[in-house]
């Protein structure tokens, strides 16, 4: 069964410091990943998703995804984080035709 | 292009009671899921409809139930409430692999 861990529950950054959500999965066949945010009171947005294809993906919000093959991860990244940043965020993997989601990380942006 | 919408937005109810919570696609999606959110177990899958059929079901109890119209708008049902059964029930609707969610339906068990 596929599945994704997400090792932290809570990140802690500082305003204009690079952010890392950590991500790793266990799949069969090739995986489809996603990380998408929640924000207080809402439902789930999209930010990404990698298929196929280069191990960079870029996304919404100007997050991007590494898909590293060999360590099996899929973290989440910014270069610069804001306050409007901090929210819930969750990597999620396919398997058939639901998706799997981890448990989440609550990121916290320091102004 | 009008994203999912679903209704109500938030639901009291008492422990046996039964509720019907309603889930509009986006226009020409004809996959529907559901999924229920808890502080505890994070988001789990209920169960998934294609063209009015169920194509796959979570690890719930028989008293959570669904179906889809004709028109791809979704219905999920809970019977006999638990306290338990309080959380933020999500619906999504896909294509192309990837999937767009709703606001969710707050439910409290009282």
């Known amino acids: 069964a596929q599945s994704v861990a997400q090792p ?3 990140v802690n950054v500082a305003e204009g410091n690079p952010l890392t959500v950590k991500c790793t999965y ?5 995986p489809y990943l996603f ?5 207080p009171n809402r439902g789930l947005q999209f930010l990404l998703k990698y ?5 960079l993906v870029k996304g919404s919000y100007g997050f991007e995804a590494e898909f590293n093959k060999s360590q099996t991860s899929f973290h989440l990244k910014k270069p610069s984080a804001l306050v409007s940043d901090s929210a819930l965020y969750f ?5 058939g035709d639901k998706i799997i989601f981890g448990k989440g990380t609550r990121l916290h942006i320091l102004p | 292009k009008a994203g999912v919408t679903q209704t109500p937005r938030y639901l009291i109810k008492t422990r046996g009671q039964q509720v019907t919570l309603s889930c509009s ?3 020409g999606h004809r996959s529907v899921s559901w999924y229920q959110q808890t502080p ?28 889809q119209f004709s028109n791809s708008r979704s219905e999920m049902n809970v019977s006999t409430l638990e306290l338990g059964d309080s959380a933020l029930y999500l619906c999504a609707s896909s294509a192309f692999n990837e999937q767009f969610f709703g606001p969710g339906t707050r439910l409290t068990v009282l």
């Open chain 1, 8 to 10: 932290e529950d809570q």
């Open chain 1, 91 to 95: 990597c999620a993997v396919r398997d």
């Open chain 1, 26 to 30: 266990s799949v069969s066949g090739n």
């Open chain 1, 51 to 55: 298929i196929t294809g280069d191990n």
């Open chain 2, 25 to 27: 696609p986006i226009s």
């Open chain 1, 35 to 39: 990380w998408y945010v929640q924000y």
């Open chain 2, 40 to 67: 505890g177990q994070g988001l789990q899958f209920l169960f998934e409809y294609f063209s009015e059929t169920q194509r796959n079901k979570g690890n719930f109890p028989g008293r959570f139930s669904g179906r």
